[in-house]
């Protein structure tokens, strides 16, 4: 079934910095993606998502790009800034079943410095 | 937005009890699913849930889990009897189709003592 990874496991950066993380998913059927964030004691927040057929979506601050021949999916921040510290899911859809299931990557938790 | 609604927030049992764990999905969505989240690890999928019936299970749903939603009310997670690894923070999701936006529950922290 599919797998997904998500690098790095940390990640901190000073405010202002840019900070990119990083998810690698195996199923080529895979067409559903999103970036969830959760802060502490909280559930999930859904950040972005983007479809197979979109390859980049903006907003707020990020920036997703999907690269379907490397199966990579990225979120990107622009000028991180301390409200931005939180653990982010990256959470893929395959058709395979298409039960509406998630799989999700371990989380990368980013901590900004101010 | 739309909202899920979980309670208790916080559930602590002792290990053998029955513990039921509540999901008020968005109205009018039609599937459901329960995750579970082990503290500072992954989002697990455990069982998704519709028209009355489990599509899909984990592994890490175990006999001593099952679901349910009577009757258009709440969608539950029943674990009996409990075991000490099933402390974890259980999320409850639902969506309108099985190829559309997830909305997730803050979770219920459950603890087995």
């Known amino acids: 079934g599919e797998q997904v990874e998500q690098r790095p496991p940390h990640l901190s950066v000073r405010e202002g910095d840019s900070a990119v993380i990083i998810c690698t998913y195996t199923d080529p059927n895979s067409y559903y993606f999103f970036w969830y964030k959760q802060e502490p004691g909280a559930g999930l927040q859904l950040l972005m998502k983007?479809?197979?057929?979109?390859e980049i979506n903006e907003g707020q601050g990020f920036t997703v790009l999907l690269n379907k021949k490397d199966k990579q999916l990225s979120l990107n921040l622009t000028a991180a800034h301390p409200g931005d510290s939180a653990v982010y899911f990256c959470a893929v859809r395959t058709i395979t079943g298409n039960t509406g299931k998630l799989i999700f990557g371990l989380g990368t938790t980013l901590q900004v410095q101010p | 937005g739309p909202k899920v609604l979980q309670i208790p927030s916080h559930q602590i049992i002792d290990m053998g009890q029955m513990v039921t764990l509540n999901c008020d999905p968005v109205s009018n969505h039609l599937y459901f699913y329960w995750y579970k989240q082990i503290l500072g690890q992954q989002m697990e999928f455990l069982v998704n849930f519709y028209n009355g019936k489990v599509m899909e299970k984990s592994k890490l749903f175990k006999d001593q889990f099952s679901v349910e939603r009577p009757d258009g009310s709440y969608f539950t997670l029943k674990i009996q009897p409990t075991a000490l690894e099933d402390s974890a923070v259980y999320f409850c999701?639902?969506?309108?189709?099985?190829?559309?936006?997830?909305?997730f529950g803050k979770g219920t922290r459950l603890t087995v003592v």
């Open positions: 999701a639902s969506s309108s189709g099985g190829n559309t936006e997830v909305f």
């Open positions: 983007v479809f197979s057929s979109t």
